[in-house]
């Protein structure tokens, strides 16, 4: 893996941080690096999620799966249950894994509809086991499958905690079931079975996604300047502190579009505290090109443009034409067109003045999503310390929940009062 | 449609625009209102946008794709060639429609080999007829349909200016086509061909698009007390100049997730201008809230959240449960469960004094979807006005563009050069 700072630096960039600088965060840096090793030693909450390529064992995630051979899996889960499972299928080039992360009940219906649930694989993924989005969507799972004539005890595997409803749920109908590590936050939980589970299903290496995270997990080292993971939280840090409260990722490649998702739930949910922490903005390259680049070059200067690609593909060449305009294209491939788009636009974000960091893995496979995973925790938890903020906590989130449970009859609530009490001022035609 | 700005109120929220602002910002409206209605009359390069709904003629449009009945519609196009079809096809419920918007070899292969061929329509978008990636991917198109046996010429149809290579090879093999029409830049052509031809092509009601468009029209009044549309983009420019920097654009239905994308090509390239403009980060509901909600509550008091939603949905029973702590889900309904997250999250953040405004449709359908994209792009005009910046035009792209061209060999360009000079400080392991 490769983290390459320069352009973020102050002799390229009036908002970029100089090495003088970072050589005193690297004094932080390796302090922090300490106090991260002992919370991987000791499995402190939050920290042991860097333990997982080492404490996930993939025996028991395969052997939950064993027998089904499905032709689609069908993860109900949302948040953390959810993305971490997305993007591993994705970056393997899985096909057939779905997920129900929403409560639309169109999108629910449409999917249910389009699924052979006969070889469907229902995988239900709530630490809690009480996630209303979740528990609702297993709930209408349960009765399209009786309708369809398929017995769901049959064709469901559960990851939850030790308690709670889905567990007891398990044991009653003997469901093949995997447990949510502990002192691991979901956003943190994608190199445990929450993650893997799908592309074990599926016929993925799981194997090499948990050896690509212990490649990252090597490559912890107490300096910014030997540990890209560090290089990356700390130089996204420092542009913070000078200005880019907005953190703009582009992955190059489609198969990382749902990575983008689960870094944004990642960065916001882990740093977006006490007034502080980058907004994560997603998007896609070369795609967004075509839509975001104005603004990454001309907008407000409150950005870090982060640009993520594998630096090897398998290719397709672009057919030779005679068409005068586009002969240039032709005899190249989809790649090389790809690659010159990346540089460019990095190149043009420099010459704008935006602070942009390039992220390269060797291959998009498992073991390259697995280091890049496992790199990307590393370098938030490091810039939630040099933050000072409770990374691995998400109390905003809180009042919501209450307020739409109180809403829906699930107990008195004052949070529903509130809602009730909305200050309309309504524009309508 | 409804615009409610109540949450956006000084009297709900630090961050927030008093009323008396509100009155003296109306007296600008009206002064740019005029503005608009005489460049809508004229034509004017970026209005005539705004006279799409009368100016598209859906019978061309049905011309073009009439005799294909397809069970595909590939779009190749990128950006505004791409996300209003993306858009409107969604929204309209519709299943079939594949866009080739990016130039990801793994992708693009995964696409031709998955689709029936035979059965494709293949729709290719660009004005200028010389857009790099979207010629390339139909040139990787053709070769394709020729290995499959497919005459591409009797299964494509072109939609581009009225010159250039595109419009030449229409010609050459007697292709329907369509126009791109005049004075209308990428980003504001959804209701036109651009973004209704596939609609079209899969059975779609075109004509209530248009007339949701229309009705959008109607409703354009010199008050943004009166105007759905300039109520948006007054409160939203008000905003910004009181800090709300980035807005977070979050549809709380799964078929409004490319017009969220679209939305933010629209807010990007329009207004990210001269170090100003709005960030769009785009989000869906009830989804991010496990993701981005933490943020949005906590983090930086730099946003406007905006919440969108149908007032109707088709809807989906929670099935009874015996599970003692879920009973309150069974007997309700997934459509009540997200209208109460909606709720709850629109009251969660104005208790943490972020301000947020709502936007409801009446329904999900082919007038909805119109009048929210008439609307919307109506009100990025307006800002773009009361923001004086250039809001038709995205000179920042185009520096990445030459470089891209000149890395492939397409032309001397020193941007080129300046990617060969890229300052490397790489953390490598």
Same mark, same amino acid.
């Given at each position: 893996?490769?983290?390459?700072? =320069? ?5 390229? &960039? ?22 991260? *090793?002992? $919370? ?5 909450? =939050?920290?042991?999620?860097? #333990? ?18 499905? @032709?689609?899996?069908?993860?109900? $889960? ?55 989005? &979740? ?8 009765? #399209? ?5 398929? +017995? ?33 936050? =979901? ?67 489609? +198969?990382?579009?749902? !990575?983008?998702?689960? !870094? ?71 790649? @090389? ?8 636009? *990095? ?20 073991? =390259? ?8 925790? #590393? ?11 409770? &990374? !691995? ?12 449970? $109180? ?10 009062? #509130? ?11």
């Amino acid at each position: 893996m490769n983290v390459d700072f =320069g352009n973020a630096l102050a002799t390229e &960039t009036n908002r970029g941080v100089s090495e003088d600088s970072l050589e005193r965060l690297d004094e932080r840096v390796a302090r922090i690096h300490e106090r991260i *090793e002992a $919370g991987i030693e000791d499995r402190e909450f =939050g920290y042991a999620s860097l #333990a997982l390529p080492a404490d996930t064992d993939p025996e028991e995630i395969r052997e939950a799966v064993a027998g089904f051979d499905p @032709d689609a899996v069908l993860t109900v $889960g949302i948040g953390g249950s959810s993305l971490g499972a997305d993007t591993i299928s994705a970056a393997l080039g899985l096909e057939g894994h779905y997920s129900l992360d929403n409560v639309d009940p169109a999108h629910t219906k449409r999917l249910l509809a389009d699924l052979p649930l006969e070889s469907t694989l229902v995988n239900v993924v709530s630490k809690s086991g009480t996630t209303a989005e &979740t528990l609702a969507n297993f709930l209408v799972v349960q009765e #399209a499958m009786d309708e369809a004539g398929v +017995d769901w005890t049959e064709r469901t595997v559960v990851t939850t905690g030790e308690e709670g409803p889905l567990r007891e749920l398990a044991d009653e109908h003997d469901l093949p079931s995997c447990s949510v590590p502990d002192g691991v936050p =979901g956003r943190f939980s994608a190199l445990s079975a929450v993650g893997l589970l799908p592309a074990a299903a599926l016929g993925g290496d799981i194997e090499s996604v948990l050896d690509g995270g212990a490649a990252g997990r090597e490559a912890l080292t107490p300096s910014l300047f030997e540990s890209p993971a560090y290089a990356y939280g700390a130089v996204a840090y420092a542009l913070e502190q000078r200005g880019a409260t907005t953190n703009a990722f582009v992955p190059y490649a489609e +198969d990382l579009e749902p !990575f983008a998702e689960w !870094f944004a739930q990642l960065w916001a949910e882990s740093l977006g505290k006490d007034g502080l922490g980058q907004t994560p903005a997603r998007a896609l390259g070369a795609t967004d090109q075509h839509s975001q680049l104005q603004l990454y070059r001309a907008g407000r200067a409150d950005k870090l443009v982060t640009l993520v690609r594998p630096r090897e593909r398998s290719d397709l060449a672009i057919p030779e034409t005679d068409i005068k305009e586009l002969s240039y294209l032709g005899g190249g491939s989809l790649g @090389d067109l790809l690659d010159a788009e990346f540089e460019a636009t *990095e190149a043009s974000l420099a010459a704008a003045d935006q602070p942009n960091v390039r992220i390269e893995i060797d291959r998009l496979d498992a073991e =390259g999503v697995g280091e890049l995973l496992y790199a990307m925790e #590393a370098a938030c938890i490091l810039y939630g310390e040099l933050l000072d903020v409770s &990374t !691995f906590t998400q109390p905003a989130v809180e009042w919501g929940k209450r307020a739409a449970r $109180g809403l829906l009859g699930g107990g008195d609530f004052e949070e529903a009062d #509130a809602v009730e009490d909305k200050t309309v001022r309504s524009v309508e035609k």
